[in-house]
């Protein structure tokens, strides 16, 4: 069911801010539309109106600004492989972005609307009259969640590819809205909540995505995923180590939010493996079982850590 009675085609940012007010939050932006129209058929996403957003030149571009490199919000995930400094510094991006659903999407999905796309779980990717059959859930108008047998937290998951790739790079994130132009990291804008996984407010524009230049990072990309084109993501990791040594680890898939463990090379592997498993609140709302996803967390970080520390 398409619910959208309205259609606007804004030509800047201030104007799909200005319709975005008007329409007094019931709308919803369109970019590649890959994850907002499928949303739409199932039920999902029920805004009254689609505030087309592909035609502001304002959020396209790749370029240097200072000592980041600014990658506009529209940017085509299967064309970040074409731009040199990324290839030259920032690979695990084009990693990332290149696991993303099949070569059709990935030419029409944005980088914004990626690390913006709705959380996921098997008991709310359903079709409408699927998900009344058990009652809803609290994502969608039920009031216990179902992957949990009942508990009153909703654990869709984060399967955004790119935001953990980005993360692990120390990615931040500007976005406009009426108050005007904010810019903070990028792990900053998830709250956890699988109701309400962004903190954002619903009328921003996420403008840019910057990514912090000459920090040598060397990397490491793995993804779980039943079939390797169209799935989406049971666990993605993304580490990294830079010049001074700092480690970053970020997993998507197995919590609402990312998954973020802060450390440096030479820390306690264990250690480090057992933290981000203790955070990563994955529940059996995933073709692979929960224990399975956990269990994965430890072989890519593993498997990670050997690539960016090799034994001596
Ligand atoms: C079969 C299939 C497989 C998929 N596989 C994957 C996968 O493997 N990995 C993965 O990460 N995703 C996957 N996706 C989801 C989706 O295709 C991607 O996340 C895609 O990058 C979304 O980008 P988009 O431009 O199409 O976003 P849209 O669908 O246009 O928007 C997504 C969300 O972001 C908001 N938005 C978009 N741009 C902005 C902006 N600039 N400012 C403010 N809000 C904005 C929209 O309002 C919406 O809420 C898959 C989708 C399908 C249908």
Known sequence: MIAEKKYILATTVQEAIEQAVANKENFKYLAGGTDVMVNKFQGNETSGCLIDITKITELKGIAKQGDFLRIGALEILEELKFNSIIKDEFSMLIEAALS???????????????????????FYNQSEWWRESIGYCLKCDGDICIA????????????SDTAPALIAMDAEIEYVDEKGTH??????IYTG???????????????S?????????KTAFFKLRERESLEFTSLTSAVTVDKKCKLKIALS?????????????????????????KASRAV????????????????????????????K
Do not use: H, W
């Open 100 to 122: 993303v659903g099949s070569p059709l999407i990935r030419k029409t999905a944005t980088i914004g609307g990626n690390v913006l796309c709705e959380n996921r779980c098997l």
């Open 253 to 277: 898939g197995v919590d609402p939010k990312p998954v973020v463990i802060e450390g440096k090379i030479e820390d306690d592997k264990d250690l480090l493996i057992k933290k981000a498993i």
């Open 209 to 217: 995505l910057f990514l912090p230049l000459n920090r040598g990072f």
């Open 284 to 311: 059996d709302n995933d073709m692979y079982s929960r224990k399975y996803r956990r269990e994965m967390i430890s072989v890519y970080l593993q498997k990670s850590f050997s690539i960016l520390n090799p034994p």
């Open 183 to 188: 810019r903070q990291k990028l792990e900053k």
């Open 193 to 207: 909540d699988g109701v309400k996984p962004r903190n954002i407010p619903k009328n921003a524009i996420v403008t």
């Open 148 to 159: 949990t047998g009942g508990k009153n937290a909703c654990f869709s998951e984060l399967v």
